[in-house]
């Protein structure tokens, strides 16, 4: 689809919230002025990125979900720090958690980082049909780490393979 579709077709929708995601957003190259065209037209937009590419070209009022890959992901290595700086409190950090070597690399990072001084929203979220919500909820409790468990409401509701809700 090109920007002016996507951009029809969320009129159509109705609404005034719109997240770009699914795979990498910022590897479309349209993605920052269709952020913009969104913005403009009084949307409040949110792109859910990789972060391995850098996020500081967006504007200011993009909610900037960042995801710190972690080592099950096999992409850890991959994390553009220069990402952290351009962070504000309104933006949002989300570890996808696989394991507890997982966990501790999430809650290593999120340490060695300061992120809770850079954002208030800190997502631990885990892989859905690995690793069971109430024990990463239980190592979060025993840490006591100020963080939020996501869920990916969208396979509790649709089956957890269906692409496109």
């Not at 109705?14 to 190259?29: D, F, I, N, S």
């Not at 996808?96 to 001084?117: G, I, Q, S, T």
């Amino acid at each position: 689809m090109t920007p002016e579709q996507v951009l029809e077709r969320v009129r159509a929708l109705g609404g005034k919230l719109v997240e770009l995601t699914g795979g990498e957003p910022l590897l479309q190259r349209e993605t920052v002025g269709l952020a913009d065209s969104l913005l403009a037209e009084g949307y409040r937009v949110l792109i859910e990125t990789s972060g391995e590419r850098f996020v500081g070209d967006l504007a200011p009022a993009v909610v900037k979900v960042v995801d710190v890959k972690c080592p099950g992901s096999g992409e850890s290595g991959r994390f553009n720090l220069a990402n952290l700086d351009v962070l504000e409190r309104k933006d949002q950090v989300k570890f996808v958690v696989l394991d507890e070597k997982d966990y501790l690399y999430a809650r290593d990072f999120l340490v060695m980082h300061k992120l809770a001084d850079r954002v208030d929203e800190i997502i631990f979220s885990p892989v859905f049909g690995y690793l069971p919500p109430r024990r990463l909820a239980e190592w979060i409790l025993r840490d006591g780490l100020s963080v939020r468990v996501g869920l990916q409401i969208h396979k509790f509701i649709w089956d957890p393979d269906t692409h496109g809700v």
